[in-house]
């Protein structure tokens, strides 16, 4: 090879560089880098699925940033894909980069994409998506499959670099790979040095561990070494390869090529189409579940990148991340926290301090000796949300292009950090990302999640929790089947999602979702099967579960301007089939068939209400004919008590029933006659869900309860205590401690409410207590502003009474 003479551990003529690297290692990458310069390659050969190598002269657009990933998936089998990725750090991206820079030809060598999707899906157990990946181990090593792979028991578990560690006296793998390769820097010593020693310790452990070798890792090495063959006729010895270190000894021996033709004969394949996507820190990350992760990405980014006083640049960084956070770390902070990591280091016995020396740094100097700032310097710059780009002459499917395009107009960036976004949905930007993100959802692009608005509750505003994961991309790509726009896309899968769906709530959902993502044209389509659905379906339940979800639609459509007159007819007819229904089922429930019906009752009293309200319903009789169905419910016996007691509290906030009434029925349902468990259970339907507040301000109800409570014979009190206790645990503490104290007073001294009588105990009289008044009037001016009282101290003056009256 050119330029390689007198490096003394490697000569021309010996055959094929091979550069066996740890995957993600910045000392890896800097070597790899050295070795090129020194080697001068004709040809360099790369560990990748070779439907890539169209794919390589992507890497030096303007418009790539690391990290990307090698995007393969089944064209012809949604939810099959496999992920290869790259950060600037990778050595097999170095590589790309120095072939390109060098005008050398680079080539992936890896077993093909086409055969990798297609043994996915012939292993038992394998889900149909899950994002496989080739890269198994740190340093390709540990004989793993695929990610998502469900390996033989048989295969033998081998950590390269935990028995290196350990040979070498670490128990601390991360801390060895650190120690040995990470903190070697450029240029010291033989370029070609580290690659050798790795390779013979590699040798040694296939050899100690049997190799740890599956038939899938046979397969791929067999075809590695069938391209380095082809490599080597065309370029003779002068080509480099760069591999996981656990595969340079097998790429070294000796085989013949019919033994490595006959590994691949016979293999299983797919249609594969690949490309480049997007990629995060946060999904190179161990803890993400990648079989190929490292723990410290943000760390060993900050590691290539900054060669020079990596610590000290490191440490002003977290400082700059503290202060954005309002924590006080000065310079003198930093200052500390370097001479403090290098002692650290030097007491260890370690070349440089470390990320753990550095961790510990600022653990004890910047946050004070706590975890929590730590755990965010930890999550923002250890691992960080660094997110990749790949430009747009990248092959792309005409959906993903279409939604790149929607991104721009709309201002949405994808982002792998969290956000929220706030929507006005009477903008038109907002209503655009609205219907954009909604759509997606409807193709199971989960971008973005609805959440509640911690503002405005009118549907006129939307809260959005957006995060672009890298799989995304690979869900973008299989939404293609469905249409070339988002648009077309989400209309034909709605369309499809309604002819297939089997429950009625399903169909009355996805019409929401309609209306949420304005799909006028699939609308229609699935007004049609709700109608037949709802025709078909007797069940009340799934009636009462289906009606919230067209109400909710309705109120949508008023906002958005879509036309739902088909939609509320819909609602109408079902509501009225509810009203039918509803008495009968409600008959001979067991304790927990009655929850689930008041469950039902509560979501169809709040869409009656609703209903009736909107114009376009036209029946504003809705809530007459409903009120009559509660009332009914309440006065019959075979109705269980948490049903009967439920329809009362539900007409009394209404006002369809006065105090006095509901008083009425609530002592005839707890009279001597009722068995206690029914009477508990008739209590918990008045006074659950907020009813606390009822029994504070009308003694009379709270009189009964506390009578019926106290005559409950002992036998039956401990088969009712629980029923109560969850009925009274759902209250505010405020209203429970009310309570106990009107409670404590006794009959006739609470005063205060409807019909209770006055004690004149402070506080809960009816005439006005002017001591305690007066008390507050301090305060009170000095929130309003009020001038300070005169030096003769004179109490406020009718001015202040006038603002309190």
Known sequence: MRGAEGSGSWRPGAGPLLLGVRHHGPGSARAVRAALEAARPRAVLIEGPPEADALIPLATDQDMRPPVALLAHAADEPGRSAFWPLAGFSPEWVAVRWALEHDVPARFIDLPATHTLAWGREDAGTPPDGGADTEGSAVEGTAEPPEGACPPEAAVRVDPLAALAEAGGYDDPERWWEDVVEHRGAGEGDAFAPFLVLEEAMGVLREAYGSGEEHRDLVREAHMRLQVRAAQREFGDDVAVVCG?????????????????????????????????????????RASGYGAGIDSPGWYAHLFDVPDRPVERWLTKVAGLLREEDRIVSSAHVIEAVRLAGTLAAMRGRPLPGLSETTDAVRAVMCDGSDVPLALVHDRLVVGDVLGAVPEAAPAVPLQRDLARLQRRLR?????????????????????????????????????????????????????????????????????????????????RAEADAVAARALTEVTALAEHCLLAELPEALPVVMRVLADRAALDADVGHLAQALPALVRSLRYGDVRGTDTEALAGVAAGLAERIFVGLPPACVALDADAAEEMRR?????????????????????????????????????????????????????????VEQEQAARLMGLALSPGTPPADAAAWIEGFVGGGGGMLLVHDERLLGLVDAWLTGVPAQAFTDVLPLLRRTFSAYEPGVRRTLGELVGRGPGRGGGGAGGSTGGVPGFAEELDQERADAVLPVLRLLLGLDDPGPGGEKPGNELAGVAG
């Open 245 to 285: 270190a656990w595969h340079v000894p097998a790429l070294r021996r000796k085989a013949t090529v019919a033994a490595d033709r006959a590994l691949l004969k016979g293999l299983p394949k797919v249609k594969a189409d690949m490309t480049w996507v997007p990629w995060t820190h946060r999904r190179l990350s």
């Open 412 to 492: 949405l960036k994808p982002e792998a950090l969290e956000r929220e976004l706030e929507l006005d949905l009477r903008k038109e930007t907002d209503a655009g990302r609205s219907r954009l993100l909604h759509r997606l959802r409807l193709l199971g692009v989960g971008w973005g999640e609805p959440t509640a608005s911690r503002g405005s509750t009118g549907t006129f505003r939307e809260t959005w929790r957006l995060r672009w994961e890298p799989e995304l991309s690979v869900r973008v790509a299989e939404a293609g089947v469905w249409g070339t726009t988002v648009l077309a896309a989400a209309t034909a």
């Open 600 to 656: 039902h009752v509560d979501a169809v009293h709040g869409a009656v209400a609703l209903l009736g309200d909107i114009p376009k319903a036209g029946h504003g009789e809705l809530r007459a004919r409903w009120h009559t169905v509660l009332r009914t419910l309440s006065g019959r016996d075979t109705v269980p008590g948490l049903l009967r007691g439920r329809a009362v509290r539900l007409m009394l906030d209404d006002g369809e």
